[in-house]
């Protein structure tokens, strides 16, 4: 078994700044491709951005310029720095892992931009 365990949302006013960080514990023999979703009230859960193993990087077009995901892989960690945020960027983020054949989840953290 994997955890996956979150931290750093909060409550932000529009344009201002928020680190999320996930850890990974549990069985891991070697994490593959890890990152971030959200899902705001009445949406379906999207992908924010990810990032291979290898450092590669994906970011949905609305938070290009905006977000920066990172990861350590010593550490079993991965980031996302949210820069200029938005009121419609309020959601609560999951972090994900893939390990093996296996996905996992964290419990999410709420994240709220105010005006």
């Known amino acids: 078994q994997v955890q996956l365990v979150e931290s750093g949302g909060g409550l932000v006013q529009a344009g201002g700044s928020l680190r999320l960080s996930c850890a990974a514990s549990?069985?891991?023999?070697?994490?593959?491709?890890m990152g971030w979703y959200r899902q705001a009230p009445g949406k379906q859960r999207e992908l924010v951005a990810g990032?291979?193993?290898?450092?590669?990087?994906y970011y949905v077009d609305s938070v290009k310029g905006r977000f920066s995901i990172s990861r350590d892989n010593a550490k079993n960690t991965v980031h996302l720095q949210m820069n200029s945020l938005k009121r419609e960027d309020t959601a609560v983020f999951y972090c994900?892992?893939?390990?093996?054949?296996?996905?996992?989840w964290g419990q999410g953290t709420q994240v709220t931009v105010s005006s």
């Open positions: 549990g069985s891991i023999s070697s994490i593959g491709a």
């Open positions: 990032i291979t193993s290898g450092g590669h990087t």
């Open positions: 994900h892992a893939v390990v093996g054949p296996y996905d996992y």
